[in-house]
């Protein structure tokens, strides 16, 4: 017995172990595609790169590229990554910094002092180190803003195609998602008897006033600012006697003003349609479709996702939505693992889900992101002329410091 419930934790705690180790693996691709995404744009515009690099910190491994004199580096810290163009953080005064304190030797063989040989004359002669090209292009601010431009969305473009692939990889094999009437697990109801006017128990619910519905903020969207008594139409697909997928239209009648206090708010939408709060909850279920529904959905559910994202920011910034609502890179982890850890379908939704996150949030304008620096080229071209670089520089310096420390702030309160 005792035996039986050691191996059970043992179990559990591994899986917890994978789970954790399969979301830095989902974090730290997302990061590694969204930096490959700036150098691929780099390297076909033609920026000078100095080093590419997957995580932070000290390095585990470093090569240098005896073709381009790039330098590819596997560092300690497995939450970030960069790309060095060269000249990026500095003024145009400047003189062009190298990366490296030894530039253009070889970084993974002997890396001790070259000794001295005797040869056959009795010459002494150094043992020759590979000499590396210096990397080739032009330093990042000496291109032209349009550029520089493409190269920064270039980033956040990769990190969505890839949660586009994801997508369609998921409702390909799956189903594509929609909203579900279900019960709540536990909850002492027995489920009523359906009728043509009424939503009920495992119903699919496919769209409200003719807005599609995927997610459960979509709910909030497509009632909100309506008022008790109104009328709203719900495309429906239910189960007919022969346990056939039928779809229905119903006109309901709404229950109660529909005023939300934020997008987290499902019980006004619940009461609205006449779903008792206590007892249902609108669960997530995949459905099969033909192949063109299918790339349409993932375009479509991306979309959702990445306005859920703006949306809640908004409603952050308004005070609509609490920090505690919020999660910084450890919640992020937690919540990833166990979505990770609960087979391939969790796995690609989490994934997918994070891709769009980190594109829309990489794009906003917030100092130290790429959307800030597009902003800054943007002006530049306007203006024919380029914000002081030193005050740039302080910007995003002073972003950076902020964005780590509301990062631990979050996560700080969801420990408290």
Same mark, same amino acid.
């Given at each position: ?14 899986? $917890? ?24 744009? &780099?390297?076909? =515009? ?18 240098? $590229? ?235 559910? $991306? ?24 999660? &910084? ?7 990833? $693992? ?24 990489? =794009? ?53």
């Amino acid at each position: 017995m005792y035996l039986t419930n050691y191996l059970l934790a043992f179990s559990d705690v591994m899986k $917890s172990i994978g789970g954790v180790i399969l979301a830095i693996a989902i974090l730290l691709a997302m990061v590694t595609i969204h930096e490959f995404g700036h150098y691929v744009a &780099g390297k076909i =515009l033609g920026f000078k790169i100095n080093e590419f690099a997957v995580g932070f910190g000290p390095a585990l491994f470093k090569k240098r $590229s005896k073709k381009t004199g790039e330098l590819f580096a596997l560092r300690v810290v497995p939450l970030g990554g960069y790309c060095a163009f060269d000249g990026e953080d500095e003024d145009d005064e400047e003189e062009p910094k190298q990366t490296d304190e030894t530039p253009f030797e070889e970084i993974n063989g002997d890396t001790e002092s070259p000794e001295k040989e005797q040869n056959d004359g009795g010459r002494v002669a150094l043992n020759e180190e590979p000499d590396y090209p210096e990397p080739k292009g032009k330093r990042f601010n000496d291109q032209p803003p349009w550029k520089r431009i493409i190269v920064l969305i270039a980033g956040a473009t990769m990190n969505y195609l890839l949660a586009l692939l994801l997508l369609f990889i998921m409702f390909g094999s799956y189903g594509c998602i929609h909203s579900y009437v279900a019960i709540y697990e536990g909850a002492n109801a027995t489920p009523p008897a359906m009728t043509e006017e009424t939503l009920g128990y495992r119903d699919i619910v496919l769209s409200v006033d003719n807005k599609d519905i995927y997610l459960a903020t979509d709910y909030a969207d497509a009632l909100s600012g309506k008022k008790q008594g109104e009328t709203v139409v719900v495309e429906i697909l239910r189960k007919n006697d022969e346990g056939e997928w039928k779809e229905k239209t119903l006109t309901l009648t709404l229950q109660t003003d529909c005023k939300f206090a934020n997008m987290t708010d499902m019980k006004t939408a619940y009461t609205a349609l006449g779903l008792d709060p206590e007892t249902y909850a609108f669960a997530s279920v995949m459905m099969k479709e033909g192949f063109f529904e299918t790339i349409g959905s993932a375009f479509v559910y $991306s979309g959702k996702i990445g306005g859920t994202v703006l949306r809640s920011l908004g409603e952050l910034l308004t005070g609509r939505l609490g920090l505690d609502a919020m999660g &910084g890179p450890v919640t992020t982890i937690k919540i990833t $693992s166990q979505a990770a850890a609960g087979g391939a379908l969790s796995f690609l939704n989490i994934a997918a889900f994070i891709g769009v996150n980190l594109a829309v949030f990489n =794009l906003l304008p917030i100092p130290a992101l790429d959307g800030c620096k597009v902003i800054f080229c943007i002006i530049e071209w306007i203006r024919k002329k380029p914000v002081n670089r030193k005050v740039e520089a302080m910007i995003h310096f002073i972003g950076i410091i902020f964005l780590f420390g509301f990062a631990i702030l979050i996560d700080l309160l969801q420990l408290f």
